[in-house]
């Protein structure tokens, strides 16, 4: 029915600032996690259909749009044409919500807060081609670089200035929270430690060098699965197929630590080991790691290059009084996608990552059965590790809220702890999802995160591990660094 408000449970109170704010929210794209995120628009902050626009490069999504009576044109937005698009459409103290790819998330934030309009996205994102164009330099299209320009964004944008959120989904995004939260745990169970709860960076990386964290694994399983079968040369996903095939083909990114003793062959220091930030020579879809969940103990991933793995690590670095760095943990992403997915990105690798013959499917609705583990996995502490993180399972996620799965849903927990953040902090101006209060942010998003809590483990890397031969690394220091093994 048109206008009808989809219903989003639980209903527990929101901010004033959310609930009472009066503003338009134009969002930029409707895929997946755009027409997921329309009951939270609608449901849960309660705007009208009237103050909700969408601008959106595919076909998908137009039923949706309809039945909810928002208006939705079909228009990419490019770097040519987004200043006039823009101007027509957005006025001070609006949101712009970026669930985009191929749209600029430097340049787009950077034109809303010129003209007073707010700004939230889920990923650090490039122009259309700018991670998989061979012909631009790696640096121009690899995270390391996207980060660099959006620092320097930052630096030129700080408060106050209407607040712009960048990166603020699930991962990136939640997974920030995730690092505070379970060092707070971490910090509890330490008796020898007396001290109070962090409010600012540096704070927080003291902490992390205080409690001896070395490696920090962001840990993701998706095992959902749909009665349908997967089809020859189809890549079917829970998520979008456009990022997932980018994100597989760009060269695994991770935060090299301090403790590292030495550098693999085939990686590489993007600007020398002060800023810590490394790159291996191939694809992220066949780089691989092993890692841990609560479900299912010990399992393989892929080194994706994700933006919360240099922002974490940035984040956690402690600098002395002439701004020398003395700790910085590993850290890395560690993804194994549903196995449909899995199966497809194997084939795709295996053809040099060609995909003209390639068919594509969502899966969301359809999803039977499965869940997303997400997570984050904090390691240093002889003899044991410390995971927090999400464990929510599609049928729960279906009963959550309609048109999700249990990955989307856990992205619209992080967008919405982050308007929520951004509507009461309206003046914070360029910023990321750590400077989010941790505890508000769970608050916020823990409805729709099923199982989320804290477990212990003895698992590390090098733990039960099989080898067909002797490695020379494990007679090394026992945080070694190498492909097979990073942070073990």
């Not at 259909?49 to 937005?77: F, H, K, N, V, Y």
């Not at 749209?103 to 650090?124: F, K, N, P």
């Not at 702890?417 to 916020?444: N, R, S």
């Not at 003895?458 to 494990?474: M, N, Q, S």
Request: aromatic share 6%.
């Amino acid at each position: 029915m048109s206008g009808a408000t989809p219903h989003v449970s639980p209903l527990s109170p929101l901010p004033a600032a959310a609930t009472q704010w009066a503003g338009r929210v134009l969002m930029l794209g409707f895929g997946s996690i755009g027409q997921a995120m329309l009951p939270f628009l609608l449901g849960r902050l309660g705007i009208t259909p009237e103050r909700i626009a969408i601008l959106t490069a595919c076909e998908r999504g137009a039923e949706q749009a309809a039945a909810a009576g928002i208006s939705r044109t079909l228009l990419p937005i490019t770097r040519e044409n987004m200043a006039q698009t823009l101007d027509e459409r957005l006025a001070p103290g609006d949101l712009l919500l970026n669930l985009a790819v191929n749209v600029s998330s430097v340049d787009v934030s950077q034109y809303c807060m010129s003209i007073g309009a707010h700004y939230l996205d889920t990923s650090v994102e490039p122009w259309a081609g700018g991670y998989v164009d061979p012909r631009l330099p790696y640096i121009e299209r690899c995270n390391f670089g996207l980060r660099r320009l959006l620092t320097a964004a930052i630096q030129r944008h700080p408060a106050p200035a209407p607040t712009a959120l960048i990166g603020c989904g699930a991962n990136p995004g939640l997974v920030s929270l995730f690092v505070k939260r379970a060092l707070l745990s971490l910090l509890a169970s330490r008796a020898d430690l007396a001290r109070p709860e962090p409010t600012q960076q540096g704070e927080w990386a003291d902490l992390a060098r205080a409690l001896g964290v070395k490696v920090v694994h962001i840990t993701e399983r998706d095992t959902q699965a749909t009665a349908a079968p997967l089809r020859t040369g189809e890549l079917a996903n829970t998520w979008s197929i456009g990022s997932l095939l980018g994100e597989a083909y760009l060269p695994s990114e991770l935060a090299f630590g301090t403790h590292e003793p030495l550098l693999p062959a085939d990686a590489h220091y993007h600007d020398g080991p002060a800023c810590g930030s490394v790159y291996l020579e191939r694809p992220g879809a066949l780089n691989r790691t092993r890692s841990w969940l609560p479900q299912g103990g010990q399992f393989g991933g892929c080194i994706i290059s994700h933006p919360e793995t240099l922002s974490i690590a940035e984040y956690l670095t402690s600098v002395d009084g002439d701004a020398r760095v003395v700790h910085r943990p590993t850290v890395l992403f560690a993804y194994r996608p549903c196995d449909s997915a899995m199966l497809a990105l194997l084939d795709i690798a295996g053809n040099d990552f060609r995909t003209g013959d390639l068919t594509t499917r969502v899966i969301v609705e359809e999803v039977s059965r499965g869940e997303d583990q997400l997570g984050v996995l904090l390691m240093g502490q002889p003899g044991r590790a410390f995971w927090f993180g999400s464990q929510l399972r599609a049928t729960d996620a279906q009963r959550l809220a309609p048109h999700n799965n249990a990955t989307s849903l856990q992205v619209c927990a992080g967008v919405l702890a982050g308007i929520v953040w951004l509507l009461e902090h309206p003046a914070q101006g360029l910023c990321e999802p750590e400077a989010i209060d941790v505890h508000q942010g769970l608050e916020v998003a823990a409805p729709y995160l099923g199982d989320l809590s804290g477990v212990w483990t003895k698992w590390t890397p090098t733990r039960r591990r099989f080898l067909a031969l002797p490695d020379v690394l494990d007679r090394t220091e026992p945080w070694a660094f190498s492909n097979f093994r990073l942070g073990g």
